[in-house]
């Protein structure tokens, strides 16, 4: 399926955290550990939030992130406090820019690794369940951004875990109703620029892996000589599909079923569960 | 918008259509004299028939046609029969692989120069029209792609010239419910490899210009000079949306709210009127 | 041949500067109005230097720049004091990301309109003519990329105006030994970071356009009314190869054989003569 | 680095070769069991004689071949008697259509699987070597395309394993000037049309694996049953970088130091040695 990293904290070159990590992203595109696939080389993309721009940027193309040279001048140039980047294995669906993650609509960013099964069959009652005015907004043939879409469609906006818990509940209904045994599965990272959402859920309940980064305070109690980790601010997180690296304690599994926010009032993690719509 | 061609005849190396005549559609992607955008830069198309095999090959990429050196390679190495070429010219859909002309379900192909007005407000609509087994086909994000799936669902197969009324039918049908007063503006071709139908329409009634060529054996008499011409067998017909050169009469239009069929039993030229559904 | 621009001032969204004038760049990619073509469709680049970063971002691609989301994203969410940018119509070389505008080598960056002529016959004698050091660096097949190459073997680094003069010397010279009598056309732009350099000069004294923007103070007073000039600092300067707009008297012509340098100490125009090496 | 195939024999679909066997070129272009890399994707390309046409076609692309739906498209539906197909994985040289293989001059393709040990300080002095008249015929950047030029300097077109030859020990004696133990290290083809050369070579004895098949009336034999093997007719040869699947005794290895060739009269296997020049 898919890999995908999310960055929170000080502004920092992207290329500190796309690059430099022993098991970045880039490497993951080609070396995937924990992935359904090793090789994630079927488009890529990255969004960030840049100070003062409400709408974030997204650059995404259709090789393989291993190669990209523009990716890495970007990543090189480029400082954020927020950003999203995702390596794409397909399972079919077109090698398109508007088929790469993360999707943006308004201020939001969203990317997605896994799958609606079947998602041939259901697309068409998925896509009608769009709220009409978003409908034509949709460029591309992924499940993913169909997902967006009904999220926004059901109050992104305004409660980001009921409208990805409605999503969620709608993809597992409709798959039913076409007799579809596991509809959904997925994690998923989405943002409005100031508070991350990250979603860990299968109707099977064996979701992709998924993990959040230890308090940066306490890495650097449990290893004071690493020069790297002091030069990290405190509000310093990353969410990712597997871990950068081989540090232990510095990675910690999202629990199955359950979503954490990071935020400027404290992260927490919580339950999920689809509601039906 | 975009411009095309259609050849049907005697096998001939795509290059011989492609890239040797004065105004070739290789030049007009540069420089178009009829369309409505001098530079047709955004993706482009061919789709052959192969000897022996039903299914259409179909070869489309994102960049100009101009500069592409496996169109060139291509052309100079597969002959065909029937073939069909785009140059797409876009009006703001995004420039991928999957909205390049032209489409292919099956053996029929399909391609379009034009715009269903105001398509963002109507797709919706339009796209539910589209027979539920053939929703998860449309790959893309274009009119064109779209109006080719409603004639699908409207019995291409069976009657191609009421297939594609009843689409523009529908189409018009659509744009009027939602106060577009002009909604259609096409030329379209289609073939399912033995026949082709070529179609002149606009809710308007100026249509994009539409040409045929004329019998060989008509030209050899004017020009028997020519020896190109003489090469040339006598079931070969072009129909191009603009002049491949300045031959005088060479050339005949379409007329307006028309359409032609080739084919070997004759080719027909008929009044064309969209019908409703 | 090709269209460019560089912009030196206050920090600017690139956007601003690339899309916004009526008659920008992205408008000139299509609709050049001086330009040799019309249409400057194979590829395109921007590079720029970013605050604390000693090397320059160049992000480069193959197709045109009018249709581009990626470049538009950039421009959207990335500030710069001082950038370059460039849209190609090759003369026959590859369409390649290593062939698109600007080059870079360490903090410098390059640019050309032009051509040296009959560089197939003289590239192999200016190739040799590179420091065996930088041969390797040579990443494209264009005439304007040896020629870097070559005024950074006469040193770039320390006499830019120099360096570009004997540059330009040794094709004239190596071009007349194969028999060519007019070797070489170019506007040329290199920058370090600090300064840039812009050169007008063509071995049969016609050379492209090229032209530099009036001091803002000047315009504001010419225009007390454009809110526009209002926002701009004193030390914005653009180089163009055309005016991206009809203001009179925004807009000066680079004299024939001439550079121009704009620089923190104030700017400067001079002769330019090649010089034999 | 890369892997490679030639087919010759009778006109066959692209596909049949390309797609269809288990471990197929395409399949070892996301899981490679040989190769130093497991991933190939930094382009491919394919290369093909049709019939009455002297130069081959040449179709590359930069993308993975195993997500390219022209690719697909195209060996769905050429048939030919001899082809060249090919998946990259580079070595830092750019990803671009000129740095994929084959490479092509006049009736000429030419392939390799390999590497010329630090070619960047080697580059200079081995395209010094390069006949002065074909110089500006190189159009990408890699160690390939040179050793294909120098082929071609040294006789490719009387005396191919003699210009091989020549090409590999002036490679080895540059390498070795520069003070590299190990030079060169390749698997190539290369061929005119009419018959293929294949060659096994490397500086230091341990050369990339290369297989040829089995005579088809010995595969027959051994497998009476397979239907398959029934539709290929006699002079059918294949030479591979790695088997298309486990079929025992349907590949052999090409001894170390040896080169084959494929020709009417008759396959021979030789030693190969490198020439001083």
Redesign the interface.
Same mark, same amino acid.
């Given at each position: 399926m898919c890999r995908w990293l999310v960055y929170s904290g000080m502004p920092v070159l992207l290329d500190d955290v796309l690059y430099q990590p022993a098991h970045s992203l880039i490497d993951q595109s080609?070396r995937s550990r924990m992935g359904v696939e @090793?090789?994630n080389?079927?488009g890529f993309g990255i969004g960030?939030y840049?100070p003062g721009?409400d709408?974030?940027?997204? %650059?995404?193309?259709?090789?393989?992130a291993?190669?990209n040279?523009?990716l890495r001048?970007?990543a090189?140039?480029?400082r954020s406090p927020l950003f999203f980047a995702h390596i794409r294995a397909?399972t079919g669906?077109?090698?398109?820019? @508007?088929n790469s993650h993360p999707f943006r609509h308004g201020r939001w960013l969203w990317m997605h690794n896994g799958a609606i099964a079947e %998602?041939?069959?259901l697309?068409?009652d998925l896509?009608?369940a769009v709220d009409?005015a978003l409908?034509?907004c949709?460029?591309?043939?992924t499940d993913s951004e169909v997902m967006f879409f009904l999220a926004l469609t059901f109050g992104l906006d305004k409660d980001p875990p009921g409208a990805v818990a409605r999503m969620a509940g709608l993809v597992e209904r409709v798959g039913r109703t076409h007799g579809v045994e596991f509809p959904l599965q997925m994690t998923v990272a989405v943002s409005d620029g100031e508070r991350v959402w990250a979603f860990r859920h299968s109707s099977e309940a064996t979701s992709r892996t998924l993990f959040y980064s230890t308090r940066m305070s306490t890495l650097r109690e449990l290893y004071p000589d690493v020069a790297f980790l002091r030069g990290l601010s405190e509000e310093t997180r990353l969410v990712v599909s597997e871990p950068l690296g081989d540090l232990p304690g510095a990675w910690n599994e999202v629990p199955e079923s359950s979503y954490g926010v990071l935020q400027p009032a404290g992260d927490v993690l919580h339950h999920f569960e689809p509601q039906d719509v």
């Open positions: 080609l @090793t090789t080389g079927d960030w840049a721009i709408t974030p940027a997204v %650059f995404r193309d259709t090789g393989p291993w190669n040279r523009n001048e970007i090189g140039h480029v397909t669906t077109a090698v398109q820019q @508007t %998602f041939d069959r697309r068409r896509c009608l009409p409908y034509s949709i460029e591309g043939s």
